[in-house]
């Protein structure tokens, strides 16, 4: 079945740091890639997607591009901010399958970033 | 403004107790879930919904239920609860047949069962 795989956290950087959170995924279909992040006491938030291969997403700084050939969905940021620190889920939706259970999450990845 | 509201938000109770925790979105989404997450932050889907009428076991077995008698409706149910049942509940909705078919969550209930 489709599954998602990010690098085990924590996470710990100091401000002005440069962020990457890798992501890989398997799917049988054509998925489309989402990052989320969770604040601390909140539900999840989209902060960023991609529907096909070469796609790029980019929010508030993050960037992320849809790398079919590697299966990947790499999270960056060039600079981090102490507000950045969150969970980060890396997650896909495989239209193909549009009945079922067709939305992965990856465990998550926290990060915290230090003054 | 669209949007999806959880309440309550913090909920602490006893043993033995029946719940219901709330959910309701105004963005006429056909598909609604309910994640269960543990402290180590995975989310683990433990029921969904394609529409009015029809509801679906996930892949975390649950002892709790759920109804969908409104597209906008969507409760969680334990009939008795235990303190295994102490965790963070989420609930979120999609468009059915969107392009990249999104979640949307609401802010979470955090259920304490003493």
């Known amino acids: 079945g489709d599954s998602v795989t990010q690098m085990e956290g924590p996470v710990t950087l100091s401000e002005e740091a440069f962020l990457t959170i890798n992501c890989t995924y398997t799917a049988t279909g054509y998925p489309s890639l989402f990052w989320y992040v969770q604040y601390p006491g909140e539900g999840l938030q989209l902060l960023l997607k991609a529907t096909k291969a070469d796609d790029k997403g980019s929010n508030k700084g993050f960037e992320a591009t849809y790398r079919k050939e590697t299966t990947s969905f790499h999270l960056e940021k060039g600079s981090v901010q102490v507000s950045d620190s969150a969970v980060y889920f890396c997650?896909?939706?495989?239209?193909?399958?549009?009945?079922?259970?067709?939305?992965?999450f990856g465990p998550g990845t926290r990060l915290s970033v230090l003054p | 403004e669209a949007d999806i509201y959880q309440t309550p938000r913090y909920l602490v109770i006893g043993t033995g107790k029946k719940i219901t925790l709330e959910c309701s979105q105004t963005?006429?989404?056909?598909?609604m879930y309910w994640y269960q997450q543990d402290p180590g932050m995975e989310l683990h889907l433990i029921h969904y919904?394609?529409?009015?009428?029809?509801?679906e076991k996930g892949d975390l077995s649950s002892e709790s239920t759920v109804s969908r008698i409104r597209t906008e409706h969507f409760p969680l149910t334990l009939e008795s609860a235990r303190p295994s049942h102490t965790s963070q509940y989420l609930c979120?909705?999609?468009?059915?047949?969107?392009?990249?078919?999104?979640?949307?969550f609401g802010p979470g209930t955090r259920l304490t069962v003493l």
């Open positions: 963005m006429g989404h056909d598909k």
């Open positions: 919904s394609y529409g009015v009428n029809s509801t």
């Open positions: 997650a896909l939706s495989d239209r193909s399958r549009a009945y079922g259970q067709n939305f992965v």
């Open positions: 979120a909705s999609s468009d059915l047949g969107g392009l990249a078919e999104e979640q949307f």
